[in-house]
């Protein structure tokens, strides 16, 4: 059985869907792994790496070939149709793919390709070693801290000093998914003083037994299946930015970090909301790729309004980080392929074969297309 991992070509994507770390393993369950020639350098991991785990690499210009005679492809973004209608019938993808990578999918279809999306592993427990949502969603939450602490003008910790006492950076994160409690964490590690908000009331305990103060506002709750918040009223979402606002003025920096797979990020921070901020003041906006949480942050670009508040928006954030983002990644793909890939003994040596077992609620959930079909 091969297995391919061809090299990124999206711009800005650093990350590799395999890790050498990971290699020798599938190649012990009798898997045939090819890296394409330098799909690995934006991660720091180096062609004779992989070799030395028993990887084979190929040219570039064999790519064509290559993928034509995969079983089993691996990435991080979804595939271009091109390379879709390359495949062979049955052969299968792992890769984030959403919905709206609607070219993707409609050459899968064509193709007869199964292609799983990383986005749709279901949040239970048996899965929680191949949510790649929360693997890079974590990464996203030290980076979203790092980036505050860089655009402050402000130390993060209080110190002490002869010259006198330098008090602690406000730090204020709204939302307390994977990435919110990680930009806590981060942020309480390098001294500031963090509080945090969440609709779902139940993140309370999570945001204290970080170090930081979890703000309670008298809103209905909106606590949501699969660990996700419900979507609100504008209603709603207009009483909470109210109530937000005098939080938000009195802080140094604001992480926003809510985001749901495949719908439009909800706006939480409006101009009016942050006008008030002190010069210097800085908005780390994690959703500005999905439409952002902050009105008026660009993905990929930092702002500067009048009054001197820097507004960041986020753009490829896992990417930032490509080495431990793709070593997490790469091990939530292996985990996955463990469902998928069987090996058996034949004649003192492995041999692996794809099985797919649609009963099973991980392969069901994740499956986007196959034979011919779209799924989802």
Same mark, same amino acid.
């Given at each position: ?7 990124e070509?999206r ?22 792994v090819?890296?394409?020639?330098g ?26 070939s290559?993928?034509?005679g995969?079983?089993v492809?691996l990435s ?9 209608a390359?495949m ?14 609607t ?28 949510d790649?949502?929360?693997?890079q969603?974590l ?8 980036i ?8 993060f910790p ?8 330098? =008090?602690?950076?406000? !730090?204020?994160?709204l /939302?307390?998914?994977v990435?919110g409690? %990680?930009?806590?964490?981060? $942020?309480?590690? @390098?001294g500031?003083v963090?509080?945090?908000y ?19 506002l ?12 419900r979507?609100?009223?504008?209603e709603r979402?207009?009483?909470q ?11 140094n ?16 921070v409006t101009?009016?909301?942050y006008g008030?901020?002190?010069p210097?003041s800085?908005i ?7 439409g952002g ?10 702002l500067? =309004?009048?009054?001197? !508040?820097?507004v960041? /928006? ?5 990417? %930032?980080?490509?080495f431990? $983002?793709?070593? @997490? ?5 292996v ?9 058996e003994?034949?004649?003192?040596k492995?041999i692996?074969?794809i099985h ?16 011919g079909?779209?799924?989802?």
């Open positions: 059985m091969r297995l391919i991992v061809p090299r070509i711009d800005g994507e650093n990350r590799v869907a395999l890790m050498p770390e990971v290699i020798a393993k599938l190649v012990k369950e009798g898997i045939t090819e890296i394409e020639t799909a690995g350098t934006g991660a720091h991991a180096s062609d004779d790496a992989y070799q030395a785990q028993g990887a084979k690499v190929f040219a570039h210009s064999d790519r064509s290559v993928l034509g995969a079983d492809l991080v973004q979804p595939l271009p149709a091109s390379d879709f390359l062979k019938k049955g052969a299968i993808t792992l890769s984030f793919l959403p919905g709206s990578a070219d993707s999918i409609d050459s899968a279809v064509k193709a007869g390709v199964t292609a799983f999306s990383m986005e749709l592993i279901p949040r239970i427990s048996r899965a929680q070693s191949m790649a949502l929360t693997s969603a990464c996203a939450g030290y980076r979203a801290a790092l505050g602490a860089e655009l402050s003008p402000r130390f209080l110190l002490m000093t002869a010259a006198g006492t330098v =008090t602690p950076a406000q !730090v204020l994160v /939302g307390a998914g990435a409690l %990680q930009a806590i964490a981060t $942020a309480r590690r @390098l500031a963090v509080s945090a969440d609709v779902r009331p139940s993140s309370a305990d999570e945001v204290r037994s970080m170090g930081a103060t979890f703000i309670e008298e809103l209905e709750s909106l606590e949501g299946s699969g660990g996700y918040a979507e609100m009223t504008e979402a207009a009483k930015r109210e109530l937000l606002k005098p939080y938000i003025t009195k802080s920096v604001v992480i926003t970090t809510a985001a749901v797979p495949n719908r439009k990020a909800p706006l939480l101009k009016d909301m008030d901020m002190a210097g800085v780390v906006d994690l959703a500005a790729e999905s949480n902050v009105e008026g942050s660009v993905a990929g670009e930092t500067l =309004t009048e009054k001197g !508040v820097k960041w /928006g986020g753009k490829d954030v896992p990417s %930032q980080l490509p431990h $983002a793709s070593s @997490l990644y790469s091990k939530n793909l985990n996955l392929l463990g469902l998928i890939v069987k090996s003994e034949q004649d003192g492995k692996a074969s797919l077992n649609f009963d099973d609620e991980i392969i069901e959930a994740s499956a986007v297309t196959h034979d079909v779209r799924r989802k």
